[in-house]
T-cell receptor, first 118, second 113 residues
Framework: GAGVSQSPRYKVAKRGQDVALRCDPI?????LFWYQQALGQGPEFLTY????????KSGLPSDRFFAERPEGSVSTLKIQRTQQEDSAVYLC????????????????FGAGSRLTVL | GNSVTQMEGPVTLSEEAFLTINCTYT??????LFWYVQYPGEGLQLLLK?????DKGSNKGFEATYRKETTSFHLEKGSVQVSDSAVYFC????????????FGTGTKLQVIP
């Protein structure tokens, strides 16, 4: 597609529910990132994929968070047994460059999925 | 570790005023530096970038110069417009070949007519 598409844009979940957030990156983009943005804060790195391989998941806050990109395109971020502290905007970004690119790689972001846990 | 520190907002300016948003960084090596902008209801988008010391990034009247001696990348614009109202994020990418981008906390700019 022309841009990075995320769905749903807004999600309200009751505490303890599982949620799944979808990211559809720009077609052909090798790299895909998930970031978490709390209210009034900057984006915080969660995880990184190069094609279908999850090369870094060091930012995932707990084992309740799980991400996948099985065919190297669409990615899903799943949060199990949601807690109130999970409330945030979840941003997906993609880029055309892979791990070996050392230059000023530019990320293209989606509009985000705003999760509110009650 | 790598980090970015931005001046806190919100910043409120009148139209046509001069804008400066301060950004300093700590990083090992020689990172690439970025400013991203987030307009209301939209995703972050790249505003400008610089890849080495003394480089000046510019776009839409905004400028920022990569100052290695002061580890800074301050954003400036000579005459702001109402349409510039947004949240501005300073960011860096470690030059070690891995693409992880680290963001500052953001500075909200409000321009009033």
């Amino acid at each position: 597609g022309a841009g990075v598409s995320q769905s749903p844009r807004y999600k309200v979940a009751k505490r303890g529910q599982d949620v799944a957030l979808r990211c559809d990156p720009i077609s052909g983009h090798v790299s895909l990132f998930w970031y978490q943005q709390a209210l009034g804060q900057g984006p915080e790195f969660l995880t990184y994929f190069q094609n279908e391989a999850q090369l870094d998941k060091s930012g995932l806050p707990s084992d309740r968070f799980f991400a996948e990109r099985p065919e190297g395109s669409v990615s899903t971020l799943k949060i199990q047994r949601t807690q109130q502290e999970d409330s945030a905007v979840y941003l997906c970004a993609s880029s055309s460059r892979g791990l070996d690119f050392a230059g000023a790689n530019v990320l293209t972001f989606g509009a985000g999925s705003r999760l509110t846990v009650l | 570790g790598n980090s970015v520190t931005q001046m806190e907002g919100p910043v409120t300016l009148s139209e046509e005023a001069f804008l400066t948003i301060n950004c300093t960084y700590t990083a090992t090596g020689y990172p690439s530096l970025f400013w991203y902008v987030q307009y209301p209801g939209e995703g972050l988008q790249l505003l400008l970038k610089a890849t080495k010391a003394d480089d000046k990034g510019s776009n839409k009247g905004f400028e920022a110069t990569y100052r290695k001696e002061t580890t800074s990348f301050h954003l400036e614009k000579g005459s702001v417009q109402v349409s510039d109202s947004a949240v501005y994020f300073c960011a860096l990418r470690y030059s070690g070949g891995y693409q992880k981008v680290t963001f500052g906390t953001g500075t909200k700019l409000q321009v009033i007519p």
